[in-house]
């Protein structure tokens, strides 16, 4: 005798930035697992666990490893919310004495900075303005590692389209090698701009201000919560 199918329930969530619409289901019993054993990891490996998350709970609509982090943090902590519930319990470590205390904090209350500035930025490479390429956000898995990576490796993920007087191109249909040959002809004013639409890129966040409460130290501490990790299992 077959078991029984439970049903699923489903929400929707419009992404903020692109009014995109997806339908997604909360965590099951296999997410909580993965957080689980994600949650004693290194931070690449929380990145990618939450990349799968998404995805599972998307259906397999959202292919969140192409997600800028933003969106990708803001979606997993909706996801979170839908399943355990807004409200969400984690430990500040104080700054000064390392001491430790709970704070709850409801998912509702993070906000994402910068959310009015453009999704994407056109980068005009000639005077007359018939040849250039349109930036977009890169995937959070890149933001992760822009410390380690040069800046044609970072243009290489960044890059939309290209277009001239005639026609456009779809970058991620072209090869690696004619991608990377492109950005490398690229003028030193184009890899300025691009550096300016990095800086106001939109980030999710939530600023705990508190005061230690161990009586040897009492100091005021500052904290800025920007990350889906403080959520984990």
């Known amino acids: 005798m077959a ?14 930035g692109t009014n995109e619409t997806y339908k997604f289901r909360p965590f099951k019993v296999k997410e909580e697992k993965l957080l689980t054993m994600a949650s004693d990891g290194e931070y690449e490996d929380m990145l990618n666990v939450c990349q799968q998350v998404v995805t599972n709970c998307s259906f397999g609509e959202v292919d969140a490893t192409k997600l800028p982090m933003h969106l990708l943090q803001w979606t997993f902590l909706q996801i979170r919310k839908e399943s355990v519930g807004n409200k969400q319990e984690f430990m500040l470590i104080c700054g000064h004495c390392k001491g430790t205390m709970s704070y709850e904090v409801e998912v509702d209350e993070f906000k994402i900075n910068n959310l009015d500035s453009d999704t994407s930025k056109t980068i005009f490479l000639n005077e007359d303005k018939t040849v250039g390429m349109v930036l977009k956000f890169p995937p959070a898995h890149i933001m992760n590692k822009l410390d380690d990576l040069d800046d044609v490796e970072i243009l290489k993920h960044c890059i939309d389209t290209v277009f001239d007087a005639e026609q456009s191109w779809d970058v991620s249909k072209e090869t690696d090698d004619e991608v990377v040959g492109f950005v490398e002809t690229l003028p030193l004013e184009a890899l300025a701009e691009t550096r ?20 040897d130290c009492g100091k005021p501490n500052a904290v800025s919560i920007n990350g889906y990790e403080h959520f984990f299992a």
Do not use: A, D, S
């Open 3 to 16: 078991l029984p199918v439970l049903e699923t329930p489903t929400f929707n969530l419009t992404f903020p």
């Open 196 to 215: 300016e639409f990095f800086k106001t890129m939109p980030m999710l966040e939530h600023i705990v201000e508190y005061t230690c409460p161990k009586e």
